[in-house]
């Protein structure tokens, strides 16, 4: 019979416990604790501000091979604020195990006077093929970034000449500590002598008075935005609309709203879904977008104005990096919009805030579209900063440079089933199809260049001049 031999076991458990434990202690060597964040150059910025856009946080265990791309995408995040010019992070050990994150930035200046001119149309390109410089408006007021050091904006706007608007904002104001819920307010008046009327052979027509404004408008809404993760936010606004029209406006168009006998009034509720993860706000190369926007106009309280109408649009962008130099967006647009008769200024397709390349000069009204961009980018100059020694400014003296040059197509289809305005355009339930090449420069505090040229497939060529990314 076997006898059991106390020593031997003893021996095998000993070595199975401190092969257990020693495997643990590797792998706790291969995580790094945060023992604390070190935060430089933030003069003005709360240091809460810039914590809740990293991506770890004090204490956390974290394996050290992930610890470069925790410092890429904190970086990202930090750069996509409108905060700072530059962001580096990096860190140095306590100990075998203990690390200290060091986050180092360069604010931007957050105080602009504004004095500028406006162009008083829809886009740049349009205005420069009217060639009528009356069409500009001066513009006066101020714009606080980083109000209180918060990340909080607070802008007003007194617009004069063409048109006459009074704009104050007030955004990002946050209502906790964890900085998950966050509340604005917007107020505009608006005042125009000429306005867009109908649309006639897929362009904009207007009308222009002499001694009477054409339309008055206000606007007021609140804004709730629920941000618990990084990446995802839910925003909620609630508002209201007063529009006055003159005859003239009127006659230009039966159809500029539901009941001509009346000044237009309705309350609105419009719903966003944002899934940012782009590597950058104004010129994104790598990540994805996922827009989700609802908005519900008219909720009987006027029942006179008779608007009554839903919609919804989604938007997906994709940016894929293919090599060193390469670089591929792909976008892809949806909108479904529901209700009987929807009044013209809210039957909006393309030309507003969403647009095809190419047709730049063109409005097309729809009730639903779909809307296709493809854009590959190549870096022909990456980017270099450029210091300014006569500049004694840091926020200022040292700009960047940065220059693509892309080739796109785009495709859209909008529908619309209203029998008088097919009459009179052409654009509408018909494919569209463009193709071109551009340049693309980008600096500091945001500002893009954009150069295109391109054509469409009714064999309209044109050079157009942009200030923001396609998509």
């Known amino acids: 019979m076997y006898k059991f031999n ?3 076991f003893t021996t095998f458990l000993f070595v199975i416990i401190s092969g257990i434990t020693g495997f643990a202690q590797k792998i706790n060597s291969d995580s790094l604790i945060i023992s604390s964040i070190r935060i430089s150059g933030n003069k003005k910025t709360k240091d809460f501000v810039i914590l809740r856009e990293l991506t770890f946080k004090k204490n956390d265990k974290i394996p050290a091979e992930e610890l470069p791309e925790h410092f890429k995408k904190s970086k990202t995040n930090l750069l996509k604020t409108p905060l700072f010019n530059f962001a580096e992070a990096d860190f140095r050990y306590l100990d075998s195990v203990n690390v200290e994150v060091i986050i180092n930035l ?34 006066l007021g101020l714009i606080q970034y980083n109000f209180r050091g918060r990340n909080e904006k607070l802008s007003f706007y007194s617009i004069f000449g063409y048109d006459e608007e009074l704009i104050l904002n007030y955004e990002h104001v946050y209502f906790d500590k964890k900085r998950q819920h966050s509340g604005a307010v917007f107020l505009k008046q608006l005042k125009r002598k000429e306005t867009g009327c109908i649309i006639e052979n897929d362009r904009l027509k207007r009308i222009k008075l002499i001694d009477d404004y054409a339309l008055k408008s206000y606007n007021f809404s609140f804004k709730y935005q629920y941000r618990k993760q990084i990446y995802n936010s839910h925003s909620l606004f609630l508002g209201f609309e007063h529009r006055s029209l003159s005859d003239s406006l009127l006659a230009c168009n039966n159809y500029y709203t ?12 419009k719903y966003i879904f944002l899934n940012d993860k782009r590597d950058s706000r104004i010129f994104p190369l790598e990540g994805h977008q996922i827009k989700i926007t609802a908005v519900k106009n008219g909720f009987f309280i006027f029942p006179e104005s008779n608007i009554n109408s839903l919609k919804i649009k989604g938007e997906f962008s994709k940016y894929t990096k293919l090599s060193s130099k390469f670089y591929l967006g792909n976008h892809f647009t949806v909108q479904k919009t529901t209700g009987q008769r929807n009044p013209f200024f809210l039957n ?20 639903d579209f779909i809307l296709i961009k493809n854009t590959l980018n190549f870096e022909l100059l990456p980017k270099k900063n450029i210091h300014l020694k006569f500049i004694p400014w840091n926020r200022f003296n040292t700009p960047f440079i940065q220059i693509f040059a892309d080739i796109f197509t785009d495709f859209a289809y909008v529908k619309n089933n209203d029998v008088f305005y097919n009459q009179n355009n052409s654009l509408a339930n018909t494919p569209l199809l463009s193709a071109g090449f551009g340049i693309n420069i980008l600096t500091y505090y945001d500002w893009l260049i954009r150069f295109e040229y391109s054509v469409n497939i009714q064999k309209n060529v044109g050079f157009y001049l942009h200030f923001e990314a396609p998509f």
Do not use: C
């Open 6 to 8: 106390k020593n031997i």
């Open 106 to 139: 360069r604010e931007r200046w957050y105080f602009w006077p504004q004095a500028a001119l406006y162009y008083a149309d829809r886009n740049f390109s349009n205005w420069l093929n009217n060639k009528d410089l009356s069409r500009t408006d001066i513009g």
């Open 258 to 269: 539901t009941n001509p006998n009346i000044p237009v009034n309705y309350f609105f509720l």
């Open 348 to 367: 909006t397709a393309l030309g507003y805030t969403s647009s095809i390349r190419a047709y730049e000069y063109n409005v097309v009204n729809g009730t």
